[in-house]
């Protein structure tokens, strides 16, 4: 019906059925195929529960953003993003500290304390 | 060394601006596609009538249609962001290319099993008339299964030739 309103219809109609034609004994046994695989997949996908697949947008929008001020793709081989470099600079800053600390004896670790005090008491006993 | 590294943060500053707009781009255009299309094209045929017949799906049937559309285009739409917003032969972006051709399947089935791909309606004084394009779905996911093995075939180039696509992407 709608065909006798537009010939275009009918042409457009032909085009598709003589694809269909043509690719159909090949494309359709791999269209089944595929459709054994789809339905292996569809019980993981929830109905009535829209908020699922909404979090997932939301996940992979943010996801994308912040992966993308991280490794946007054109840092030179090497190259370690600022926000690395912020924490490898801290945590070199601390480790130092902590040397510095410890060679000064203000932190010893515990053995070490107890290991200084057994001495210092031998001495005292010697004396 | 300092300015060194101001002007490349500038740089990936920059890169990263675009990449993301790109996404937005991107992702804008697959909610157009895969749920603002669908959504308008199924309300108009809920309501449509051609030559005094009402060509319309059940409430219930239109109802789980649209849920679909818009399930599986909301995800189709994240991962084009995820996809679209990564730099170019990257194996971030191979990946959800991938994904991504592996979710329009299960958005071109859900046309299927949502019941869209077949329409009946009567014709008073004739019978019943009904409309099926399973056959039209299934060329289809024959297609994809080409398109798939085309995307494997990408990211399996872009993880061989890391190196070479990230010195030439370098390039300035």
Redesign the interface.
């Given at each position: 019906?709608?065909q006798q309103h537009n010939p275009y219809f009918q042409v457009i109609a032909d085009i598709?059925s003589s694809?269909?034609g043509v690719?159909?004994p090949?494309?359709?046994?791999?269209?089944?195929?595929?459709?054994a695989g789809?339905e292996v997949?569809?019980p993981f996908?929830p109905?009535?529960a829209?908020w699922v697949?909404?979090v997932?947008?939301?996940?992979?929008?943010i996801?994308?953003?912040v992966?993308?001020?991280i490794w946007?793709?054109?840092?030179?081989?090497g190259?370690k993003?600022?926000i690395f470099t912020k924490l490898k600079e801290k945590t070199t800053e601390l480790k130092e500290k902590t040397v510095g600390r410890l060679k000064k004896g203000e932190d010893k670790p515990e053995e070490e304390a107890e290991e200084v005090t057994e001495t210092a008491e031998d001495i005292t006993e010697e004396d | 060394m300092s300015s060194a590294r101001d002007k490349i943060g500038g740089l990936v500053k920059k890169t990263a601006i675009k990449n993301v707009l790109r996404g937005i781009v991107f992702g804008g255009l697959y909610v157009v596609i895969t749920i603002i299309i669908p959504f308008i094209t199924f309300t108009w045929i809920q309501y449509i009538t051609i030559c005094g017949i009402e060509i319309g799906y059940t409430r219930e049937r239109y109802e789980q249609i649209i849920y679909w559309v818009a399930a599986y285009g909301l995800i189709i739409s994240g991962c084009a962001f995820f996809a679209y917003s990564s730099p170019k032969q990257s194996i971030r972006r191979g990946v959800f290319s991938l994904v991504q051709i592996l979710l329009n399947c299960l958005y071109i089935w859900s046309y299927k099993f949502s019941g869209a791909t077949e329409a009946s309606f009567t014709l008073v004084g004739w019978g019943d008339l009904s409309v099926n394009v399973t056959q039209m779905i299934l060329m289809y996911l024959g297609i994809y299964f080409l398109l798939i093995i085309l995307k494997i075939y990408d990211l399996s180039d872009f993880v061989i030739n890391r190196e070479k696509i990230r010195l030439e992407r370098r390039k300035f």
């Open positions: 019906m709608i598709i694809l269909i690719f159909q090949i494309i359709s046994p791999i269209g089944n195929f595929m459709i789809i997949i569809l996908f109905y009535g829209l697949y909404a997932i947008f939301g996940v992979l929008v996801s994308g953003i992966i993308n001020w946007s793709g054109d840092q030179p081989i190259y993003p600022a | -």
